[in-house]
């Protein structure tokens, strides 16, 4: 009998241990705590016991009690927050019966915040106030908010952040309209030309050099086709088809050698007269 003291003793402390293990992991014992913390004032213990409750198993009643405990703690945002959830998650009997009690907490809470209202901006753009994460446009509700100046930051895809400072007012309603502005468009580079050398070595028919020694050479065949169309006309008896060849060909002749000699007469002289202008503007502008 003595022998065997040792091993129940060991067995004991075993089911004890396993007993406050499975009451440290039930949502229910966790619950009890949490009241019996709060009972003593302790507001953070009995937070960390609902907060653990909630995890283990999420209810309505451990989402109120997080509630009130952050309520006793004055962290008035966050109560709010939980507050409002759990008055709007459900019918349970639980929460009908503590109804009244959870709507005269939340309305005190809220005597300590005042609200923002977010009326403009496009749809999803994220909310931020002091750098924390809020929501997303359209807001469900306002933004409750510690009175004094929060920080809003609003960042939409394809426009520019809106930031601002947002004057809160105890239990009044701030109201925003941000304009958002569309990026700037991506620089435009420029497009590279590539000059292509002009060919110097073949000659233009612009060129006043390259007209002028065509109007000699269209004057010099002129004259020498009508000059064979004239012997052609002379030597030849009257209404022979010699004669009427040599009438053509004095004829075309005359032309093109008629044609050759004015390009060759105007391009002379359009030369002549462009190195007297520039002569005159070099000599004009010397002057001065």
Not at 38 to 57: T, V
């Amino acid at each position: 009998m003595v022998r065997g003291l040792p091993l129940l003793i060991v067995f004991s402390l075993a089911l004890g241990q396993g007993q406050a293990w499975a009451e440290r992991d039930d949502p229910d014992a966790l619950i009890a705590q949490g009241l019996k913390a709060m009972r003593k004032g302790d507001y953070q213990a009995a937070l960390d016991a609902f907060q653990r409750a909630h995890q283990a198993r999420p209810t309505t009643r451990s989402h109120a009690e997080i509630g009130l405990a952050e309520q006793a703690l004055h962290r008035w945002i966050e109560a709010e927050a939980d507050l409002a959830a759990a008055l709007s998650e459900g019918t349970d009997e639980w929460l009908q019966e503590h109804r009244m009690l959870l709507e005269k907490a939340l309305a005190d809470v809220r005597s300590h915040l005042g609200m923002l209202t977010v009326e403009s901006g496009p749809r999803g753009a994220e909310v931020k106030i002091d750098g924390e994460r809020r929501g997303v446009l359209p807001l469900p509700r306002p933004l409750w908010l510690l009175p004094g100046t929060a920080r809003v930051e609003i960042t939409a895809s394809g426009r520019r952040p809106w930031r601002g400072d947002a004057s809160i007012q105890l239990g009044e309603t701030t109201r925003l309209a941000p304009i958002f502005e569309p990026l700037d468009p991506p620089p435009v580079l420029p497009v590279a030309t590539v000059a292509r050398p002009r060919n110097t070595d073949r000659p233009h028919l612009s060129d006043p050099k390259t007209l002028k020694i065509l109007g000699w050479l269209a004057l010099a065949a002129g004259s020498a086709a009508a000059g064979s169309g004239a012997f052609l006309v002379a030597n030849s008896h009257a209404g022979s088809t010699q004669r009427l060849a040599g009438i053509e060909c004095l004829a075309l002749g005359s032309a093109v050698a008629l044609s050759g000699g004015v390009i060759a007469v105007v391009t002379a002289w359009r030369s002549t007269a462009s190195g007297n202008e520039t002569a005159a503007g070099i000599s004009f502008a010397g002057r001065f």
